[in-house]
C-alpha cells in the first residue's frame, strides 16, 4: 500500500522560499511519477510540476508554464522523498498543494485523474 505524506507547507512573504515535501512509503518500485498539484477553493486542481523516474532511475522533470524559473522539483532516492522548492513566491501561488503519485509510467502528465495516489495537502499562504 503506498501512502505519501507532505510536510513544508506555511506563511510566507511575497517573494520569499518554501520548500514542500513529499515522503513515498510503501511499494513504489519501477517507473513512477510524482506530482505537485495545487488547489484553489472553486477552481481546478492544477499541475506545477512533476518528476517522471524510469527503471534506471533516471529523472525527467516537467514544470508548468506559470512555475517556470521559480520552481524546482528533485527526489532523493535514498529517502524516497521529492522536494519542491519554491522561490519568487507570489501571492497567486497561494493555494492548498498535493503531492500525486503514478506507479505506471514515467511519462508525466499534469492530468489530475492520471495518479492514482494522493496525500492529504499542505496549505500554502502568499501575503
Known amino acids: 500500500h503506498v501512502q505519501l505524506v507532505e510536510s513544508g507547507g506555511g506563511l510566507v512573504q511575497a517573494g520569499g522560499s518554501l520548500t514542500l515535501s513529499c515522503a513515498v512509503t510503501?511499494?513504489?518500485?519501477?517507473?513512477?511519477?510524482v506530482a505537485w498539484f495545487r488547489e484553489v477553493p472553486g477552481l481546478d486542481r492544477d499541475g506545477v510540476a512533476a518528476?517522471?523516474?524510469?527503471?534506471?532511475?533516471?529523472?525527467?522533470?516537467y514544470y508548468a508554464d506559470s512555475v517556470k524559473g521559480r520552481f524546482t522539483i528533485s527526489q532523493d532516492n535514498a529517502k524516497r522523498t521529492v522536494h519542491l522548492q519554491m522561490n519568487s513566491l507570489k501571492p497567486e501561488d497561494s493555494a492548498m498543494y498535493y503531492c500525486?503519485?503514478?506507479?505506471?509510467?514515467?511519462?508525466?502528465?499534469?492530468?489530475?485523474?492520471?495518479?492514482?495516489?494522493w496525500g492529504q495537502g499542505t496549505q500554502v499562504t502568499v501575503s
Open positions: 518528476i517522471g523516474t524510469d527503471v534506471r532511475g533516471a529523472g525527467t522533470t
Open positions: 510503501g511499494d513504489s518500485a519501477g517507473s513512477s511519477c
Open positions: 500525486a503519485a503514478d506507479l505506471r509510467r514515467s511519462s508525466c502528465s499534469f492530468r489530475p485523474l492520471t495518479y492514482n495516489y
